[in-house]
């Protein structure tokens, strides 16, 4: 499987962004795809997933509400669309894929995109 994840940017706090993420290789539907993300000096951090077969979803507490994943099957393209952007949402951002059930550790997740910037001013 591969990954690239596009999208990132400068944005104002309170402001919008949608990151793609465009999957290639592997027929997808058993996959999972998460995202995740990483501030300077922190962890990464998992943010949300969508089970591709069926389009359940599940987030961070950190981001429920305002941040709503979904996917483009013909496209094979998953998206994150992000709302009220706060600047601590400031971070690298991946796009991962996993076999697992639900996977919200970035060690579930075994293939992994470029990372794109999102920079949130305030």
């Known amino acids: 499987v591969q990954l690239q994840a596009s999208g990132g940017g400068l944005v104002q706090a309170g402001g919008s962004l949608r990151l793609s993420c465009a999957a290639s290789g592997r027929t997808f539907s058993r996959y999972v795809m998460g995202w995740f993300r990483q501030a300077p000096g922190k962890e990464r951090e998992f943010v949300g997933a969508i089970i591709w077969s069926g389009g359940m979803t599940y987030y961070a507490d950190s981001v429920k509400g305002r941040f709503t994943i979904s996917r483009d099957n013909a496209k094979h393209t998953v998206y994150v669309e992000m709302m009220g952007l706060r600047p601590e949402d400031t971070a690298v951002y991946y796009c991962?894929?996993?076999?697992?059930?639900?996977?919200?550790?970035?060690?579930?997740?075994?293939?992994w995109g470029q990372g794109t910037l999102v920079t949130v001013s305030s």
């Open positions: 991962a894929a996993s076999t697992g059930v639900a996977p919200r550790r970035h060690y579930e997740y075994g293939y």
